[in-house]
Nanobody, 123 residues
Framework: VQLQASGGGLVHPGGSLRLSCAAASDWNFSLYNIAWFRQAPGKERDFVASINWRGGSTDYADSVKGRFTISRDNAKKMVWLQMNSLKPEDTAIYYC????????????????WGQGTLVTVSS
């Protein structure tokens, strides 16, 4: 199982970014629940958002609710995290993670991880 996160970069406060998480072509992506986590320097890896395998159920950390949107397209084997109204405290490495059975806010719930993409929010 391979996941590839991309789309990170430098953005001003109040700006937007869209992160992408792509699955390997030989992977039955539609059977997996997907989550985004982030880790700032010197801090633990924190839950950001999750989406179930069908895309019908989503969950967000309180800190991003109303600003971030997670979505997926199983035919394209892609998950996105649209991030709006970005704040300096959103600065972190963002990781996508997947699991065929579990779905939740704990990193240990997910068996498969992408390599991460850096988001920096600064003026």
């Amino acid at each position: 199982v391979q996941l590839q996160a991309s789309g990170g970069g430098l953005v001003h406060p109040g700006g937007s970014l869209r992160l992408s998480c792509a699955a390997a072509s030989d992977w039955n992506f539609s059977l997996y629940n997907i989550a985004w986590f982030r880790q700032a320097p010197g801090k633990e890896r924190d839950f950001v958002a999750s989406i179930n395998w069908r895309g019908g159920s989503t969950d967000y950390a309180d800190s991003v609710k109303g600003r971030f949107t997670i979505s997926r397209d199983n035919a394209k084997k892609m998950v996105w995290l649209q991030m709006n109204s970005l704040k300096p405290e959103d600065t972190a490495i963002y990781y996508c993670a997947a699991d065929p059975r579990r779905l939740g806010r704990i990193p240990a719930s997910y068996a498969y991880w992408g390599q991460g993409t850096l988001v920096t929010v600064s003026s």
